[in-house]
């Protein structure tokens, strides 16, 4: 019965991966509509809140693996990124007082949607990469015997989205 509860443990981890790799294409696919002028969406605000509860919660339990560094970066240069993209969209229409003088709220809106698609091949980039990292992870997870699942230092969080919800800071998630 020992057996069964370490695959079971095993089996969890794993899921989650794959359940991480999900969120974080429809987080990528939310901020790559939102340059294609989308409006903003609950869902896709969720997805990236789910995907960085999903990065904390595992951050407890996996950053002990060698493949978990490599997650670490890609996913903080994804936020950076992402971070980038959400403020040239959904900043202030109205430019500065002084660039009121030369141009337009419209032209500035656009300028700014320009500098945000022209950070979608990035954006692209390093979710693919942040995609195989957690490939990586996966297949680290896989490998691992049933004594190392057992040490490592405590079981994931399951990530219901009925269950979640977002307090202030998108890191504090309450399940």
């Known amino acids: 019965s020992t057996h069964k509860s370490h695959k079971t443990h095993k089996r969890k981890i ?28 609950q869902a896709g605000v969720q997805a990236r809140s789910r995907f960085n509860c999903w990065y904390w919660s595992a951050s407890k339990h996996l950053a002990s693996l060698k493949t978990f560094e490599a997650v670490s970066e890609a996913h903080k240069t994804m936020l950076q990124i992402d971070h980038h993209i959400n403020s040239l969209i959904l900043s202030d229409p109205m430019p500065s007082n002084f660039m009121k003088w030369f141009r337009s709220p419209k032209s500035y809106k656009n300028d700014q949607a320009a500098k945000a698609h022209s950070l979608l091949p990035k954006l692209v980039e390093n979710s693919n990469l942040l995609l195989a990292n957690i490939e990586a992870l996966e297949k680290e997870v896989e490998e691992l015997s049933e004594k190392e699942i057992k040490a490592l230092p405590r079981m994931p969080v399951v990530l219901k989205s009925s269950k979640f919800r977002l307090i202030r800071n998108v890191n504090t998630c309450i399940y």
């Open 14 to 41: 794993l899921d989650q991966l794959r359940s991480a790799r999900s969120v974080q294409l429809q987080w990528r696919t939310y901020t790559q509509a939102l340059t294609q002028g989308a409006s903003r969406q």
